[in-house]
């Protein structure tokens, strides 16, 4: 019987998952024994749209429909929590499986924290995480780097430092080192991730670790929470998952790939923080960038940690109605807002039409914060101060009482009595 804290390698029973999912399908065995036995009412996920550039949300809500969303998509950089509390209600009153990534992760445990998300009611199968690659990149950077046409390509995957491609012919690697050293490869957000293992889900599962004759027909899976035991054990005694205690060497193994992803992670964050500046040449540099700014709300609407019912960047009080670019009091608000938990998904960079890089700025605050403050966003439940107050009950005393001294009882307790 698996228990929190085992490390196994697992792997499908069930023929039609196996010839379509990747790492001998456990993942996707263990969802289907979830919707079976509605562990879960619906389990989503992402899965490929009219081809591998176009990653799509998908809610399956019978196991039927699973195969058809196994295997993985670098190039897909879609965050699911936002969507879960957008469109799903937060999962109040549906037990949802979901897919996640270290982002994906953290952006969960924020909007729990504030109680725009049920996590009660969540199960999170996390996977090991090496980056994504953008979209539109990912097709120039095939075309120029590899001379394939992106649109015969059928299948990516990156694998010991290589993004590879396969497509009818042939197949092709090149170093993700060398990929970036031209300024193609991960997206920035994903080179300075420093949560490549999200041990947060209930279950940690890839591809790092799995050594021997298991390599490649395996899932590594580390056993996080109770709710992850029950879910392998039950998968297990339905039949349509197999698992052994994880080879030794392959743990060693495990640590080891995961160190040099944070090593990496902390190189590139060096990098990109340093080229910002310090002090006033860093804030004339983002108020430079931010000039291009067409105020069209996507960094907002995509951000996991911006949820409130009024958004203030949208008060005249604040901000200027029409004036294009907008305000520096604009970006001031979101920074002040958002920093402290910053998850760096990187959402709000990547779907700017104006090719701002917002999450380098937000990721550099954020960073800054956390050596100030010693909160880590998105590993835990623990509340960043601002967050102690509920939004909603928050602008209901603005409104009656007519102050302006939001968060007046979290930071006046004498107030509270």
């Known amino acids: 019987m698996a228990k929190k804290g085992d490390m196994l390698y697992a792997w499908t029973n069930d023929a039609d998952i196996k010839k379509k999912a990747e790492l001998g399908g456990a993942v996707t065995a263990i969802w289907k024994h979830a919707l079976d036995t509605k ?21 399956v809500r019978t196991s039927a429909e ?14 699911l929590p936002k969507l879960v509390k957008k469109y799903l209600e937060g999962s109040e009153n549906m037990k949802l499986g979901v897919t996640v990534k270290g982002c994906d992760a953290m952006a969960f445990y924020e909007l729990a924290k504030r109680k725009q998300i049920n996590l ?32 015969v390509v059928h299948k990516e995957e990156i694998d010991k430092g290589q993004f590879i491609i396969e497509y009818e012919g042939g197949h092709k690697g090149i ?3 060398e990929l970036e050293e031209h300024g193609y490869g991960r997206r920035s957000n994903c080179r300075r991730c420093k949560m490549k293992v999200p041990r947060q889900a209930d279950l940690a599962c890839g591809n790092w670790g799995v050594i021997g004759e298991k390599a490649g027909k395996a899932t590594f899976v580390e056993v996080c929470s109770e709710k992850g035991a029950n879910l392998v054990n ?44 310090e002090g006033k040449d860093r804030l004339k540099k983002i108020m430079s960038e931010t000039s291009r700014c067409i105020k069209c709300y996507s960094c907002i609407s995509a951000c996991p940690i911006c ?12 901000i200027t109605p029409g004036e294009i670019p907008p305000n520096f009091m604009f ?40 050596k100030m403050f010693g909160h880590t966003p998105g590993i835990s439940m623990e509340l960043p101060i601002l967050a102690y107050a509920e939004e909603r009950v928050e602008r209901e005393r603005l409104h009656n009482t007519g102050s302006d001294m939001i968060y007046l009882n979290v930071f006046n307790p004498m107030k509270q009595h």
């Not at 990149?137 to 649109?151: N, T």
């Not at 030794?248 to 944070?262: F, N, Q, S």
């Open 39 to 59: 562990a879960v009412d619906a389990v989503l996920v992402i899965s490929r749209g009219k081809d591998l550039y176009d990653a799509k949300p998908t809610l």
């Open 66 to 79: 699973l195969a058809n969303t196994a295997g993985s998509l670098h190039c897909g950089t879609l965050l």
């Open 120 to 151: 009660d009611n969540v199960v999170m199968i996390g996977v090991n995480c090496g980056g994504s690659v953008s979209p539109v990149l990912a097709r120039k950077m095939i075309a120029d780097k590899y001379g394939v046409d992106p649109d």
């Open 175 to 177: 170093s993700v080192d």
């Open 234 to 277: 039950g998968a297990v005694k339905s039949g349509v998952l197999a698992t052994e205690p994880a080879n030794p060497k392959g743990l060693d193994i495990r640590g080891k790939v995961e160190g040099a992803m944070l090593k990496l992670g902390e190189k590139w964050r060096k990098k990109d923080f340093e080229a910002l500046g």
């Open 307 to 318: 949820y409130c019912v009024d958004c203030t960047t949208k008060n005249p009080s604040y």
């Open 331 to 370: 970006h001031l608000i979101r920074f002040a807002h958002i920093a402290p938990s910053c998850v760096n998904c990187g959402q709000c960079q990547e779907l700017c039409p104006a090719e701002i890089p917002n999450a380098l700025f937000m990721h550099a605050q954020q960073v800054e914060l956390e």
